[in-house]
């Protein structure tokens, strides 16, 4: 984690002065790069070129110290867009994962008084200034309140919710000059529903709303725990909660083999939940937003900020693909993608046979009769290369919804995490919940 502390660029012009000098700068390497290349008689493709280890750096860096939609977009579209991106453009996204660097002493006082105001150090009889964890819009900090409860404070960063448009226009910008992102690919509906997706993450208030609505809907479960929100201490750029204990859930990699097994369980049955109960998904499977408490044996949820309700329809959908799916039936499986949306009318049918087999192997894990092995079953590297084999067939992509991408996104995330954990889970029975 970088520890050094960087002041966060507030204002919208100097925020966009730090993109035009990454853009030069970018440019500049690429240029000195392509010319040293050419006077030793080599010739470098423009990929080649533009992911140079500088330039990585140097987008990775400034991002970094923008934090905000600027690193949040590189890191939706790493996610969402994922194998139908060229690998060269995934190469570059992937480094948007870093860490940010936290605010000064001096920024975070200012901010922490704007928010409570004045008076706000005498709302808690203590609270730390140094973070013990950062991410792309904010971060958190621990505090005691004046009855003395242990409370994790979320800062958000200056500046951040008044620049989204133009922080996105700029990232967008920028892929768009490199070169690798395909013309054919229409992007601009994920980006559009990025920037609300922002302003949505950016309002503490809506993030505080399905905090508590979680923490209702699973008071009864004791397999999770939801931190409560103090809202008397709480405002639109900063989230007051309850310190919850626990431990990084991608630290329990030494827990017996039953137990990761379980644990692997409980969160795509809780993701089922959520989809076809609640309807109302956490879209962020982030392994940072996981911990577990060995004591109570629950698993600890953090970060409602991309929480995003489910229309009927789209439920239904999704009901009738995974049931196509798990009974191999692929007419079934074309029409409840059709019904989501995820074919124009004019779509070549050897493409999206494609798309059908690759929707397949993405449910086979809940299709198997017995435990699915995630670490060495290959499914990750298996629906890599099948996503890149349909990449380079551009002239057919097509944008879908973008919930089901949300959708896709947790899914996906939750698959990794299980083979993060080396669990075998058999999930079968949570197919036999879901009724049409």
């Given at each position: 984690?970088?520890?050094?502390?960087?002041?966060?660029?507030?204002?919208?012009?100097?925020?966009?002065?730090?993109?035009?000098?990454?853009?030069?700068?970018?440019?500049?390497?690429?240029?000195?790069?392509?010319?040293?290349?050419?006077?030793?008689?080599?010739?470098?493709?423009?990929?080649?070129?533009?992911?140079?280890?500088?330039?990585?750096?140097?987008?990775?860096?400034?991002?970094?110290?923008?934090?905000?939609?600027?690193?949040?977009?590189?890191?939706?579209?790493?996610?969402?867009?994922?194998?139908?991106?060229?690998?060269?453009?995934?190469?570059?996204?992937?480094?948007?994962?870093?860490?940010?660097?936290?605010?000064?002493?001096?920024?975070?006082?200012?901010?922490?008084?704007?928010?409570?105001?004045?008076?706000?150090?005498?709302?808690?009889?203590?609270?730390?200034?140094?973070?013990?964890?950062?991410?792309?819009?904010?971060?958190?900090?621990?505090?005691?309140?004046?009855?003395?409860?242990?409370?994790?404070?979320?800062?958000?960063?200056?500046?951040?919710?008044?620049?989204?448009?133009?922080?996105?226009?700029?990232?967008?910008?920028?892929?768009?000059?490199?070169?690798?992102?395909?013309?054919?690919?229409?992007?601009?509906?994920?980006?559009?529903?990025?920037?609300?997706?922002?302003?949505?993450?950016?309002?503490?208030?809506?993030?505080?709303?399905?905090?508590?609505?979680?923490?209702?809907?699973?008071?009864?479960?004791?397999?999770?725990?939801?931190?409560?929100?103090?809202?008397?201490?709480?405002?639109?750029?900063?989230?007051?909660?309850?310190?919850?204990?626990?431990?990084?859930?991608?630290?329990?990699?030494?827990?017996?083999?039953?137990?990761?097994?379980?644990?692997?369980?409980?969160?795509?049955?809780?993701?089922?939940?959520?989809?076809?109960?609640?309807?109302?998904?956490?879209?962020?499977?982030?392994?940072?937003?996981?911990?577990?408490?060995?004591?109570?044996?629950?698993?600890?949820?953090?970060?409602?900020?991309?929480?995003?309700?489910?229309?009927?329809?789209?439920?239904?959908?999704?009901?009738?693909?995974l049931q196509a799916g798990a009974a191999q039936n692929r007419q079934k499986l074309k029409e409840a993608a059709?019904?989501?949306?995820?074919?124009?009318?004019?779509?070549?049918?050897?493409?999206?046979?494609?798309?059908?087999?690759?929707?397949?192997?993405?449910?086979?894990?809940?299709?198997?009769?017995?435990?699915?092995?995630?670490?060495?079953?290959?499914?990750?590297?298996?629906?890599?290369?099948?996503?890149?084999?349909?990449?380079?067939?551009?002239?057919?992509?097509?944008?879908?919804?973008?919930?089901?991408?949300?959708?896709?996104?947790?899914?996906?995330?939750?698959?990794?995490?299980?083979?993060?954990?080396?669990?075998?889970?058999?999930?079968?029975?949570?197919?036999?919940?879901?009724?049409?």
């Open positions: 984690m970088n520890n050094k502390s960087r002041r966060v660029p507030s204002g919208r012009l100097s925020r966009l002065a730090h993109f035009g000098g990454l853009a030069g700068k970018v440019a500049s390497n690429v240029m000195i790069a392509g010319a040293k290349q050419a006077l030793s008689g080599q010739k470098a493709s423009r990929s080649e070129l533009l992911l140079q280890p500088g330039n990585i750096h140097a987008v990775a860096e400034k991002l970094s110290h923008l934090r905000g939609a600027a690193m949040k977009l590189g890191q939706l579209l790493s996610m969402d867009a994922g194998e139908l991106l060229p690998a060269e453009l995934s190469v570059l996204l992937e480094r948007l994962r870093s860490d940010a660097a936290p605010m000064p002493h001096k920024q975070l006082v200012a901010t922490l008084e704007k928010e409570l105001g004045p008076d706000w150090l005498d709302k808690f009889s203590h609270i730390e200034l140094n973070s013990f964890a950062r991410a792309s819009i904010g971060q958190v900090h621990k505090a005691t309140s004046e009855q003395g409860l242990p409370l994790a404070i979320k800062v958000q960063y200056p500046g951040v919710a008044d620049s989204i448009h133009s922080d996105v226009d700029n990232v967008v910008s920028l892929i768009k000059l490199s070169g690798l992102l395909p013309k054919t690919l229409n992007i601009t509906p994920l980006v559009e529903e990025a920037k609300q997706q922002l302003l949505v993450e950016t309002d503490y208030h809506q993030e505080a709303k399905a905090l508590s609505a979680f923490e209702q809907a699973l008071a009864h479960n004791p397999h999770f725990k939801v931190p409560k929100s103090y809202p008397a201490l709480s405002s639109k750029h900063l989230l007051t909660m309850e310190f919850v204990q626990g431990e990084p859930l991608e630290a329990m990699t030494s827990l017996p083999q039953a137990k990761r097994d379980q644990l692997a369980y409980r969160l795509i049955a809780l993701f089922f939940t959520e989809l076809f109960e609640l309807r109302m998904v956490q879209t962020d499977p982030n392994l940072a937003n996981y911990q577990y408490n060995r004591d109570k044996d629950q698993i600890v949820l953090l970060d409602f900020g991309a929480t995003r309700i489910i229309s009927p329809s789209l439920c239904l959908g999704y009901k009738k693909l059709c019904e989501i949306g995820y074919f124009s009318d004019d779509i070549d049918p050897h493409y999206q046979n494609a798309v059908l087999s690759l929707f397949e192997l993405a449910i086979s894990p809940l299709r198997a009769s017995g435990p699915f092995d995630f670490a060495s079953s290959g499914l990750a590297k298996q629906i890599s290369e099948q996503g890149r084999a349909l990449s380079t067939q551009s002239r057919q992509w097509h944008t879908p919804p973008v919930d089901a991408m949300f959708i896709h996104r947790k899914l996906a995330g939750l698959y990794l995490i299980a083979s993060r954990l080396k669990a075998k889970v058999e999930l079968s029975p949570l197919l036999n919940e879901i009724q049409v």
